[in-house]
């Protein structure tokens, strides 16, 4: 039976555990990175790719600002374009949803204390601005220093920086079993490899159960995929990305202009997950009332052709937050799943802080609100 031995070992090749590889590297750990399929296959490179930090719980934000320092840097660090551009990041209301102006107020102010700097726009000023947006809107919320990049490329990315530092990348690579045996973790894989290693890291996403499960540290997780469509190219005159901010799930459309010209439409109504078939099908009901939306919201893109429509697996829990840090019942083992589709711009933050703990035994976030064990109380 073939052995593989590291210091580290990462189960789930997305955009978390890419991203840790590559801190872990950097900070001298031996690291084995294994991918069910091919390196952000599923939701960490079929998502939107919005990197905003506004909107997120103000706990977030610390590791909302972290990853943001590393998203300024993306090209240098990956010594690659992943498309990041910081065009800025608005949210805005609807008129028959004036009480949402209020609490957009107030998150502005608690935000500015975390680091977190936001305009805040009238309707005038919003559609001076941005005479694209339709009539309803009444106030917007603009963060300059966000924007968005393209998913597809990243993950892959920070995989290949991770190897160029000596990183062991392994793709179709199933794993079946994971248990402590003495001091080390023993990974089993389907094809009957076992990696050994006294740290071992579960970044599986929708499948973050299947291996946490043998641990008894399950979580209510659910699965769902996003609705993601792209238009025909257009001139380029859009910078940042735009999303509302609604209570109403059918409302929440966004969109980003990439600079080839396309437009890139998300949100609205999601579709149910299949885990067990890696699959997430597109509802046509779905696309038909994004479109509707986003005719709300910018109703010129409304005029647009789509020539793409997907989706992905994601993997949600029921406070939309992740499962992240140690496992309360073995020491070396550790999650960073769940991410309830808003993880990519929380991404590599997530790994710097994933590869800090593991290396030094403590992190500066506060890793209290996705403790492990808030599903599980009785291995708490």
């Known amino acids: 039976m073939k052995q593989i031995a590291s210091d580290v070992v990462i189960v789930g090749g997305g955009?978390?555990?890419?991203?840790?590889?590559?801190?872990?590297?950097?900070?001298?750990?031996?690291?084995?990175?294994?991918?069910?399929?091919?390196?952000?296959?599923?939701?960490?490179?079929?998502?939107?790719?919005?990197?905003?930090?506004?909107?997120?719980?103000?706990?977030?934000?610390?590791?909302?600002?972290?990853?943001?320092?590393?998203?300024?840097?993306?090209?240098?660090?990956?010594?690659?374009?992943v498309e990041y551009i910081q065009g800025g990041h608005m949210r805005v209301c609807y008129r028959d949803r004036s009480e949402m102006v209020e609490r957009m107020e107030s998150y502005a102010r608690d935000a500015k204390e975390l680091g977190l700097e936001l305009e805040l726009l009238s309707a005038p000023a919003i559609h001076k601005r941005f005479p694209f947006l339709g009539p309803e809107v009444l106030a917007g919320s603009y963060s300059a220093l966000d924007g968005h990049a393209n998913p597809r490329l990243v993950s892959p990315a920070f995989a290949r920086a991770a190897q160029r530092l000596g990183a062991r990348i392994e793709e179709n690579t199933r794993i079946i079993l994971v248990e402590k045996v003495g001091e080390d973790f023993q990974v089993l894989s389907e094809a009957g490899t076992v990696y050994t290693a006294p740290n071992v890291l579960i970044t599986t996403g929708a499948w973050g159960n299947e291996l946490a499960s043998q641990f008894r540290e399950t979580a209510p997780l659910t699965s769902f995929g996003p609705n993601m469509s792209v238009t025909e190219p257009v001139p380029y005159c859009i910078k940042p990305s735009v999303g509302v901010f609604t209570t109403e799930e059918k409302e929440t459309v966004y969109f980003r202009q990439i600079e080839r010209g396309n437009v890139i439409i998300g949100g609205s109504t999601r579709a149910p997950g299949f885990p067990n078939t890696c699959r997430t099908h597109v509802r046509p009901q779905n696309t038909l009332s994004q479109l509707q939306q986003i005719r709300r919201l910018a109703p010129g893109l409304g005029q647009l052709r789509l020539i793409r429509v997907w989706s992905g697996t994601e993997g949600y829990l029921p406070d939309w937050q992740p499962i992240m840090g140690p496992s309360a019942v073995a020491a070396g083992l550790y999650y960073a799943f769940g991410f309830s589709g808003a993880g990519f711009q929380i991404g590599p933050g997530v790994g710097e802080t994933m590869a800090e703990l593991i290396a030094s035994g403590q992190t500066s976030i506060d890793l209290e609100p996705y403790r492990p064990s808030r599903f599980s109380p009785e291995v708490g």
């Open 15 to 81: 955009i978390m555990g890419s991203s840790a590889a590559l801190f872990l590297r950097q900070r001298g750990l031996s690291v084995t990175l294994l991918e069910r399929d091919l390196i952000g296959q599923h939701a960490s490179g079929t998502n939107f790719g919005n990197v905003r930090r506004q909107g997120r719980p103000l706990y977030q934000l610390p590791l909302a600002n972290r990853a943001s320092a590393i998203w300024r840097r993306a090209k240098e660090l990956l010594d690659t374009d």
